[in-house]
């Protein structure tokens, strides 16, 4: 999608903030005892409590509101009867429309305390998204994203998932430009100015790909390694990213 004028950009800006106070408020739950589907209802619940529709279910017919990955599953984990424990890595990832419009928005919690280096690995995953929301604005190259996400990661000893990427949102889940890399390529397309897209680096301790696990859905770090994911939906303006997924 690409916004050219206020009555979209405010539609955006509300399903935006819809996702992110979902997503909030699910973090804030993440503790040792909880089920995954226990999180997920509280999800599903605020959503439709704002009239949003939950965003993989209405369009792939995923078995959840949400998506919620722990430890070793690193995206599109299915909600059920798993129990979080103490020192688990929590990724939940939430996506939904409104009036049309749709946001998505991700990030991993720690369940109580974590080891140092997953501690680490989940400031500096933040971090990786920030960077690559810095690059974004209007006419620069779409590659520039990737670029700086992966010297950062080169940098601090890290690796990135290369099948996962960013991609176009707005008026449907995954649209134009679809894939959107956070990792080094030579695409020579450039960022339009109002275009909608996500910024989504997942930054790993050794991971390279994601494999799909036997339930068709849940995907798992190949080699077997800490994962984490943030994101954000950015809208590209002549000043630079404009965030639309934050809370309020």
């Not at 589907?37 to 939950?54: H, K, M, Q, V, Y």
């Not at 984990?77 to 939430?94: E, F, K, Q, S, T």
């Not at 000893?157 to 890399?181: D, F, K, Q």
């Not at 997942?202 to 994101?231: C, H, I, M």
Request: aromatic letters at 6%.
């Amino acid at each position: 999608m690409t916004i050219t004028q206020e009555d979209d950009l405010d539609g955006l800006k509300a399903i935006g903030r819809i996702v992110a106070n979902t997503l909030q408020a699910m973090g804030r739950a993440v503790e040792p005892g909880i089920t995954t589907a226990e999180l997920d209802a509280i999800g599903r619940t605020l959503l439709e409590r704002e009239g949003a529709i939950p965003a993989p279910e209405a369009t792939y017919d995923f078995p959840g509101a949400t998506c919620i990955s722990v430890n070793e599953e690193i995206a599109h984990g299915i909600p059920g009867d798993r129990v979080i424990a103490a020192g688990d890595l929590v990724n939940i990832d939430v996506s939904a429309s409104k009036d049309g419009y749709f946001a998505d928005t991700g990030a991993t919690f720690r369940s109580g305390a974590v080891a140092p280096s997953l501690d680490r690995l989940c400031r500096d995953g933040r971090r990786a998204m920030q960077i690559g929301i810095n690059q974004v604005r209007s006419d620069r190259p779409l590659a520039g994203i990737g670029t700086a996400i992966g010297r950062f990661a080169e940098g601090r000893g890290y690796t990135l998932i290369r099948n996962l990427a960013s991609h176009g949102v707005g008026r449907s889940l995954h649209e134009y430009p679809e894939e959107i890399a956070t990792w080094p390529t030579r695409d020579r397309r450039r960022i339009g100015k109002g275009l909608v897209l996500t910024v989504e680096p997942f930054l790993s301790r050794g991971g390279l790909w994601a494999d799909e696990g036997d339930d068709g859905w849940t995907l798992f770090s190949a080699p077997a390694a800490p994962t984490v994911q943030y994101e954000h939906t950015v809208v590209a303006t002549d000043r630079g990213a404009l965030i639309v997924t934050l809370p309020g």
